[in-house]
């Protein structure tokens, strides 16, 4: 019986050990709420019936079909739920963009269950954030923390109404910090393995010490419930989006005019770095910031305003707070050599569409050496592409190419950093190359550049 009794102690050893989060979610749960939302949907963005077909009169299904598609023709209201949480006493409430998109009415339901019609102040979606307001005083409000003291491993809590049940509590410890999602280049996610369901959207995420660090955003899932990867919007970055919301009604961003990658192993080697880190850069924007600073494609940012850049990611959130006109000093790898370079930040524009990329194989040159098709742009693609040189892929052939990555209607741009000028002089530079070591070769595909590496047979 002496192994059962030390098995027993060891197990209270353990639970003594755990936190108990009953004083924290007693401080702080009042200044979460509940939002519900009356969404108008119009007959475009509503499920439409097979062509041809009609929801017949007092048939049977004719209550099923109006369920799933609504009377066709006819805008519908829709409903959801979703958290949020109060920032001040006057009634200044956080929460997500996705939350309160097109809503036609807001309603705000505290824990004592008064309710309250919102007001939307602004709303961001690049962030995912919306700041709220409702006519009140002395509204009980969350304490700020930040998210740059988080350290991966502790514990945190979430409190928010999955599926409509309010003011539900889950814990779990922060996963890892400053991911970076696709879609989502301005944020850098706080993960955790909290549990977050549909309904968690906007709620706090809170430390032991019941001050919030980040506003709960999206969920990782192949079934639609969780499966133990959730995300987090940093509290940090999240003041700095919510204060432009309610001094000026919506955001502001910094912007360099590049577009950036991360660097395999291959590629750092083909640009004589010991190891891969810093963001590469893959365009540089005509009349952009980072043009009229000097930066080429090419180079690597591997310091912004003093912060050391391990990884593309942590460029753009870097970028999107630095305040408009702001003189910035950077750090560039350019041929081997540190490069510091001041660059004067603009505003971000609007994004344009990408343009298409014609698939033509007229006059096109094989290049056994990558398995490609290529041929010289044409005067239409020339405009397209706002260049005088390169070579358009027509098709991939099995082969170096295909393995890294290229696809037919890319723009093969440079080798390196040297530029290919057309079809005869791509095959000129790759005669000269050798055949074990990894070359990159900077593509741009619709309106984004990017490099990929190769290594030619």
Not at 196 to 206: D, E, Q, T, V
Not at 363 to 377: E, F, R
Not at 388 to 400: C, K, M, T
Request: proline share 6%; net charge negative; with cysteine.
């Amino acid at each position: 019986m002496g192994w059962l009794w030390l098995w027993l102690l060891s197990g209270c050893a353990l639970a003594e050990g755990l936190p108990d989060f009953t004083g924290l979610v007693e401080q702080t749960s009042q200044a979460v709420v509940n939002i519900s939302t009356a969404k108008k949907l119009e007959p475009e963005d509503m499920p439409q019936l097979p062509e041809g077909m009609e929801i017949p009169e007092g048939s049977p299904l004719e209550d099923l079909l109006k369920h799933f598609f609504g009377q066709q023709g006819v805008p519908q209201e829709t409903r959801s739920l979703g958290s949020g949480f109060i920032v001040s006493a006057d009634g200044y409430i956080v929460t997500n963009h996705h939350v309160v998109k097109n809503a036609a009415e807001i309603i705000v339901r505290l824990q004592d269950r008064r309710e309250f019609v919102a007001k939307l102040v602004g709303s961001d979606a690049k962030s995912d954030l919306a700041l709220l307001k409702v006519e009140a005083q002395d509204l009980p409000a969350v304490r700020i923390g930040s998210a740059n003291n988080l350290k991966v491993g502790e514990w945190v809590v979430a409190i928010g109404s999955p599926f409509g049940f309010d003011h539900s509590v889950t814990a779990g410890i922060v996963s890892a910090k400053g991911r970076s999602l696709p879609g989502d280049n301005y944020v850098p996610f706080i993960q955790t393995d909290v549990a977050i369901n549909p309904g968690n959207s906007g709620g706090p995420l809170f430390n032991l010490a019941g001050e919030v660090v980040g506003v709960n955003s999206q969920i990782y899932s192949r079934t639609g419930g969780f499966m133990g990867l959730s995300f987090a919007i940093p509290i940090d970055i999240a003041l700095e989006v919510i204060n432009q919301l309610k001094t000026q009604g919506k955001v502001i961003r910094g912007w360099l005019g590049v577009q950036i990658q991360d660097l395999t192993r291959e590629l750092a080697e083909s640009f004589k770095m010991s190891r891969p880190y810093g963001a590469l850069i893959a365009q540089v924007l005509p009349n952009s910031p980072a043009a009229q600073a000097g930066l080429q494609v090419g180079d690597v940012i591997v310091e912004y305003d003093g912060q050391p850049i391990e990884t593309s990611a942590m460029l753009p959130p870097l970028v999107g707070v630095t305040p408009v006109s702001k003189s910035v000093p950077i750090k560039v790898l350019r041929e081997g050599r540190t490069l510091p370079l001041l660059v004067k930040i603009g505003e971000l524009p609007e994004k344009t569409e990408e343009s298409a990329v014609a698939q033509v194989e007229e006059d096109a040159v094989k290049i056994q050496a990558l398995g490609l098709l290529v041929a010289n742009p044409s005067a239409e693609e020339r405009a397209r592409f706002q260049v005088e040189q390169g070579v358009v892929v027509r098709r991939v052939l099995a082969g170096p190419a295909s393995e890294a990555g290229i696809r037919a209607g890319d723009l093969l741009l440079r080798l390196g950093t040297v530029p290919i000028r057309d079809a005869a002089d791509l095959e000129r530079q790759l005669a000269r190359l050798p055949k074990d070591k990894p070359v990159a070769v900077l593509v741009k595909r619709g309106e984004d550049s990017l490099y990929l590496a190769f290594k030619a047979r």
